[in-house]
């Protein structure tokens, strides 16, 4: 057990988000297909498509703050010691989570207002809390993912180890 739960910490958004993007591209290619050969498109394709995209977004988002790869302008970084670096990015970290914290109650709010009117969706005819709970999942995913990185971030401002600044794209 203690290995599946360290295997789903490492790699959880990573097969959430192939899941998804599997889901969205098979839809898309399905119904490009019956609109091309069969002159004929479905409404519950499109919005396969438009909801596994929401959930990829927010997952990917979940998965950026994992790695450290959101876009950020890291000019001042390379001039900070070791400490002051460490500290710049726990600050960073918690400023994030208060605004993940914010907008987890806000958008949580909006699935318990769809939940209590009921609404579905318009193709699917599934209820709409489905599709709503994709963005307090993603927020839910990254506050996990904050805690960890500042957990993290301690560790090595304690231990005097140059801190986690994620894999970089280019160089």
């Known amino acids: 057990m203690k290995g599946f739960l360290k295997a ?3 790699n959880a958004e ?3 988000l192939l899941v998804f993007y599997t889901m969205l591209v098979v839809t898309m290619a399905v119904e490009v297909l019956r609109r091309e050969i069969f002159s004929y ?3 519950w394709g499109e919005e396969i498509v438009r909801y ?3 959930y990829l977004a927010w997952v990917g988002a979940a998965a950026a703050v994992k790695e450290r790869a959101h876009i ?3 000019v001042v970084m390379h001039y900070l010691g070791r400490r002051a670096k460490t500290l710049l990015y726990i600050f960073g970290d918690m400023v994030m989570f208060a605004v993940a914290l914010v ?3 806000w958008s949580f709010e909006t699935v318990l207002v769809s939940a209590k009117f009921g609404s579905v969706s318009h193709g699917l005819r599934v ?3 489905w599709f709503l709970f994709a963005v307090p999942f993603g ?3 990254m506050i996990w993912r904050l805690i960890q990185s500042f957990l993290r971030d301690v560790k090595s401002l304690r231990d005097g180890n140059p801190v986690y600044e994620g894999d970089r794209l280019f160089d």
């Open 52 to 54: 596994s995209f929401i």
């Open 8 to 10: 789903l910490d490492l």
């Open 41 to 43: 498109s479905s409404i």
């Open 14 to 16: 990573r097969w959430a």
């Open 103 to 105: 907008a987890l109650y």
């Open 72 to 74: 950020r302008i890291d």
């Open 139 to 141: 927020f839910s995913l």
């Open 127 to 129: 209820s709409m809390v």
